[in-house]
DNA sequence: GTCTATAAAAAGATAGAC
DNA sequence: GTCTATCTTTTTATAGAC
């Protein structure tokens, strides 16, 4: 899984970086990041300083993951109403949550610069690529002039984060789509659509 | 602070709510709420069967409170849309976040049913709620007949728990009143004001 | 009912062999 | 560069005095 050709210090960052999206820093120790890779103790702390450094790493990894899939999305063929609403209603495995999002919970990521900047730079980054769609979708007439570009980013951004918040208490993707869908059919009437 | 008068048991569970919200289940440690409480450890296994018990019975407050708020906002006078829009515009303590969305992003919390079931109840009832007033809206003619209540619903509280997520990110609460701002323009306007 | 003392396990980190 | 052994602290839980 995580040991076929990857060097040892991949294996620990690609392994953190699955632990981390599944359980957060504080609730993942060192330990089942190393079990996982099948790597000893002496390793993690000759390729990092330590847990946080490694968890770092892992952060920093996944942002541009993130970072790089809405990007694509974004940029993609369509009118500004049609990406916008691209981005609410993409395939999203929505029990896991957001790698980024998550982190915000975890007391230990927001008291640790290193940890919180890649979230607070992914999620600022995707709210100002979205208004940026917005503000062509207004000069194309496409959205109302009066619309604020940066409210309605924020709102699409958080209608996911808390889309997943409703699925995960749930239990149920459901809960998800159907925060999604509210949000799509709002922005479509306000559209003209 | 939190020994005024009250018997240990009573302060034990305020102690435990507190800390919950503050660092979720995993993070928080027995000791923190026995030093907070200013209670021994002994104290702690006489109420309790242990650290899980004890938030059980917090999460279990902490829902109480949190659905009673939402009740008393929701059956106040005004029109089915003032209403909506009153509980997106509440004053809120933004980067604090929410104290039973927070607990979905904690694996422990997921894997022990009845900590997440407080949870789970909680989120469905405002969602359900919330949903009541959209259809009392839509009898009303105040919302469009074609609006769906429970996915308008779905995106208003995940509006506000994604709020929470994007205002922690940027540890600035301006990025949740964003959201807030956009979802209630969208909600204005299809309600034609 | 409340306390302190103690146990047993798990955490992060270090030392040093290979 | 990688491993195992060890140390220190913290965590949850139990025992037993008062």
């Not at 974004?74 to 999203?92: F, K, M, P």
Request: net charge negative; with cysteine.
């Amino acid at each position: 899984m995580y040991n076929l050709g990857m060097d040892t210090r991949t294996r620990l960052v690609n392994v953190a970086q699955d632990l981390l999206w599944e359980r957060g820093y504080a609730a993942t120790s060192s330990k089942e990041i190393l079990n996982r890779a099948n790597v000893g103790q002496g390793s993690m702390y000759h390729h990092f300083s330590g847990k946080r450094d490694l968890a770092a790493a892992a952060l920093e990894q996944s942002a541009a993951a993130m970072r790089a899939e809405a990007e694509a999305l974004l940029a993609a063929d369509g009118t500004s109403v049609e990406r916008v609403i691209s981005y609410l209603e993409r395939q999203r495995d929505s029990l896991r949550g957001c790698r980024m999002g998550r982190m915000t919970y975890d007391a230990d990521v927001l008291a640790t610069p290193e940890l919180l900047r890649p979230v607070a730079e992914t999620l600022g980054w995707i709210v100002g690529a979205l208004a940026d769609v917005v503000r062509q979708g207004i000069e194309a007439r496409e959205f109302r002039h009066e619309t604020d570009p940066e409210q309605l980013a924020s709102m699409v951004v958080a209608t996911v984060q808390g889309g997943y918040v409703l699925a995960r208490a749930q239990q149920n993707p459901a809960a998800f789509d159907a925060a999604v869908a509210g949000a799509a059919s709002l922005i479509r009437q306000q559209a003209g659509g």
